[in-house]
C-alpha cells in the first residue's frame, strides 16, 4: 500500500518514497512516509522570544511601579531556543510596548469593547547602553 501525504504538515514536508520497519499486518503495513523538515526563505526569523512586565522588573513576585523620568537598568532572559546562526547573518532586536497576543478583543481584530487599552506610556532605550549577551557553542556542525 502506497500512502499518499497530506495536503500540508506542520513542520514537515514530504520528501517522497516511503521507508518501511518490520514486519505488516492487515492493519499496518509498516511503511511511512520519507519527511524532511519544512522551511522557509524569509527576510527573517523569530528565533526566541521574552516578555517582561515592567513593574515587576525587580522581582517577579513583588511590583515596583517604575517611576516617570526615572532611568531603570532592565534585565530579562529569553525563552531558550537552539537556533544555528549562519556565517553573514545579521541579528535584530524588536522591542514592544504591549504584548499583542493579549490585547486582542473575542474576533481577533483588537478594535471591540473588550480590548484592554493602552497605558500611553513612553519608553525610551539608551541604545548606546544596551547590550544583548548569545551563548556561543564552537565546534562542528552535526549535519
Known amino acids: ?23 505488516s499486518t492487515a492493519d499496518d503495513d509498516g511503511c511511512y512516509l520519507k519527511a524532511g523538515d519544512n522551511t522557509a526563505t524569509s527576510g527573517f526569523n523569530v528565533v526566541t522570544r521574552g516578555i517582561l512586565d515592567a513593574q515587576n522588573h525587580t522581582s517577579l513576585s513583588r511590583q515596583a ?14 525563552l531558550p531556543l537552539d537556533y544555528e546562526f549562519k ?8 522591542l514592544t ?15 471591540g469593547d ?5 497605558t500611553g ?13 548569545l551563548p556561543l557553542v564552537t565546534g562542528t556542525s552535526i549535519k
Not at 510596548?97 to 478594535?111: I, K, M, P, R
Open 1 to 23: 500500500m502506497t500512502a499518499s501525504p497530506p495536503a500540508s504538515a506542520e513542520g514537515l514536508k514530504f520528501i517522497g518514497g516511503e521507508d518501511c520497519v518490520g514486519q
Open 121 to 133: 506610556a513612553k519608553v525610551t532605550v539608551d541604545l548606546a547602553g544596551t547590550s544583548v549577551s
Open 114 to 118: 473588550d480590548v484592554e487599552p493602552g
Open 87 to 94: 556565517a553573514g547573518h545579521r541579528l535584530g532586536l524588536v
Open 65 to 78: 511601579p517604575l517611576t516617570p523620568g526615572k532611568s531603570y537598568q532592565i534585565t530579562w532572559k529569553m
Open 97 to 111: 510596548g504591549a504584548n499583542d497576543d493579549f490585547n486582542l478583543d473575542q474576533t481577533g481584530t483588537g478594535s
